[in-house]
């Protein structure tokens, strides 16, 4: 199983202890994301000391207050890094004011325009922002390889699929009130899904109230095979193909 997008440096436990677990509970690869040059240069360490590591490189739009020129060379900076396979995650988040809107749409482009430049897939967030992420998206990046992640656009998950991005779910799908991301799962591609924890955020059911780790993806990956009707061991393959598809690992 494949862990596509945690944040190692956010978990109270250390990335060894994190990662030893993950093995042991069969997942073989974790995407580490930064969310800005601090936690960049962290996932970037866990990825030098450990060879299931590798990273995403960006800016999240919370952390994206001022947002210039030099940020935009620190990130181009890192994402060189030859255990980068992804820029982000990048997007808009409406949900609180914790950056101006100018300001993350400054970073959103900076970090398509990076995408492009490196070939690397993009990972986004986006929070009670869906129409004008996929615009922006359309305007700056028309075909290139996309993760939702965290998926929550159920009414928007057709534009998705007919651009082609890859649709990654969290633990949040298996709670009982989850009913619209359980009928979302249910439509995508197989060759579309991909399967996170968002740690140490979201822990699925059986574990949820505790701090998330890369290890209990598989929690989620589970319920996922139950919903789609498929065995584990075939959503596993899945997975794993679509990663490494994705990630060029």
Not at 151 to 162: I, M, P, R, V, Y
Not at 223 to 240: N, P, Q
């Amino acid at each position: 199983m494949i862990d596509t997008h945690a944040h190692l440096d956010a978990c109270a436990r250390p990335a060894a202890e994190l990662i030893a677990d993950a093995e042991q509970a069969g997942v073989r690869r974790v995407l580490a994301i930064g969310m800005d040059g601090t936690s960049c240069r962290a996932a970037l360490a866990a990825a030098e000391a450990f060879p299931q590591v590798f990273v995403a490189i960006g800016r999240h739009p919370s952390t994206s207050t001022g947002f210039d020129d030099a940020d935009a060379a620190e990130l181009a900076a890192l994402a060189a890094h030859e255990r980068c396979r992804a820029i982000g995650e990048t997007g808009l988040d409406f949900k609180r004011d914790y950056a101006p809107r100018a300001d993350m749409e400054r970073a959103f482009r900076a970090q398509m325009e990076l995408a492009r430049e490196t070939g690397k897939p993009l990972v986004i967030h986006t929070r009670e922002a869906a129409d004008e992420t996929i615009a922006l998206l359309d305007a700056h990046a028309p075909g290139h390889p996309t993760v939702m992640h965290c998926f929550s656009l159920t009414g928007h998950l057709d534009a998705c699929l007919e651009r082609g991005w890859w649709i990654s779910f969290a633990g949040n799908v298996t709670y009982p009130k989850s009913d619209d991301l359980r009928a979302a799962a249910q439509r995508v591609p197989d060759d579309r899904l991909l399967v996170e924890t968002d740690a140490p955020y979201l822990a699925a059911q059986p574990v949820r109230g505790k701090d998330n780790e890369p290890a209990w993806v598989v929690h989620t990956a589970r319920h996922l095979a139950e919903v789609r009707g498929v065995a584990y061991e075939e959503l596993e393959r899945t997975v794993e193909r679509n990663a490494a598809e994705l990630f060029g690992w």
